[in-house]
């Protein structure tokens, strides 16, 4: 089993995504027919539960992009969850140490061989398309990608051990956690917030693991691929929404 986004993620390769945060399949299909490299199905901050991360999968695969599923929380049953509903890559929310990022590895991975992994077996789970792929429980381990959320004062203090836990295989930097953290709520801008994301992408290249990162618009993705991340997610559906409508709406009242 070969999962896309890790090979060019590994790869290094510059990929631009957009969050999904209305939980809609038809927004979900039409934004990964867009050309979007991935989309995240937020799990944490949109009203998404089990059975809309399945459609919004289904969607995201019928418009030709790759998917990842952003959690509630750092827990196993909740990956779990989310790797049986057939998507390879977990974004972990508040990762703020190594045993954080070792545990949101250990619930990705299956037992085998002592490596600590907590994934329950089943084998007629969507991911292993009902049972019909017959090495899917001998190939899942090596396809799971574990993307870790870098989002306060202690995790950019510990990025470099986070980042050195086997299995991660990137630091994705939450702008607007981090700089509440740092006592800059609402100002991701603000020069100690942009310093922190600095120290995260340090401390990835450092551990040779790739950064992403939330941007706001095309001007501050266009900044941090400039400064190195090569995993960023340009906004979201609904800010697409908002602002074409607004901008639309303006024009005509003009």
Same mark, same amino acid.
């Given at each position: 089993?070969?999962?896309?986004?890790?090979?060019?993620?590994?790869?290094?390769?510059?990929?631009?995504?957009?969050?999904?945060?209305?939980?809609?399949?038809?927004? %979900?299909?039409?934004?990964?027919?867009?050309?979007? +490299?991935?989309?995240?199905?937020?799990?944490? =901050?949109?009203?998404?539960?089990t059975?809309?991360?399945?459609?919004?999968?289904?969607?995201?695969?019928?418009?030709?992009?790759?998917?990842?599923?952003?959690?509630?929380?750092?827990?196993?049953?909740?990956?779990?969850? %989310?790797?049986?509903?057939?998507?390879?890559?977990?974004?972990?929310?508040?990762?703020?140490?190594?045993?954080?990022?070792?545990?949101?590895?250990?619930?990705?991975?299956?037992?085998?061989?002592?490596?600590?992994?907590?994934?329950?077996?089943?084998?007629?789970?969507?991911? /292993?398309?009902?049972?019909?792929?017959?090495?899917?429980?001998?190939?899942?381990?090596?396809?799971?990608?574990? !993307?870790?959320?870098?989002?306060?004062?202690?995790?950019?203090?510990?990025?470099?051990? !986070?980042?050195?836990?086997?299995?991660?295989?990137?630091?994705?930097?939450?702008?607007?956690?981090?700089?509440?953290?740092?006592? =800059?709520?609402?100002?991701?801008? =603000?020069?100690d917030?942009?310093?922190? !994301?600095?120290?995260?992408?340090?401390?990835?290249?450092?551990?040779?693991?790739?950064?992403? !990162?939330?941007?706001?618009?095309? +001007?501050?993705?266009? +900044?941090? /691929?400039?400064?190195?991340?090569?995993?960023?997610?340009l906004?979201? +559906?609904?800010?697409?929404?908002? /602002?074409?409508?607004?901008?639309?709406?303006?024009?005509?009242?003009?």
């Amino acid at each position: 089993m070969n999962d896309p986004l890790k090979q060019r993620l590994a790869a290094g390769e510059r990929l631009f995504g957009c969050w999904l945060s209305l939980a809609s399949p038809m927004a %979900a299909e039409a934004l990964a027919g867009a050309g979007f +490299d991935f989309l995240v199905v937020d799990g944490e =901050h949109s009203p998404a539960d089990t059975m809309d991360t399945v459609a919004l999968l289904q969607a995201i695969a019928a418009g030709g992009s790759q998917p990842i599923v952003r959690v509630a929380e750092n827990t196993a049953w909740l990956a779990k969850r %989310a790797l049986d509903a057939g998507s390879a890559t977990l974004l972990f929310p508040m990762v703020a140490s190594a045993d954080d990022a070792r545990r949101a590895v250990a619930s990705m991975r299956y037992p085998q061989h002592g490596n600590g992994g907590q994934r329950g077996v089943a084998g007629v789970v969507r991911a /292993a398309r009902f049972g019909l792929l017959a090495d899917y429980l001998h190939t899942a381990n090596a396809a799971a990608c574990a !993307i870790v959320q870098i989002e306060s004062a202690a995790a950019v203090a510990a990025g470099e051990e !986070i980042a050195a836990i086997d299995g991660v295989d990137a630091l994705f930097v939450g702008p607007a956690d981090l700089a509440a953290s740092l006592g =800059h709520l609402g100002d991701s801008g =603000h020069a100690d917030v942009q310093q922190a !994301i600095d120290r995260v992408l340090a401390a990835a290249k450092a551990r040779g693991k790739r950064a992403g !990162i939330f941007a706001g618009s095309a +001007d501050e993705a266009r +900044d941090y /691929a400039a400064r190195g991340f090569t995993l960023i997610a340009l906004a979201a +559906d609904v800010i697409w929404l908002l /602002a074409g409508a607004r901008q639309a709406l303006a024009a005509a009242r003009n």
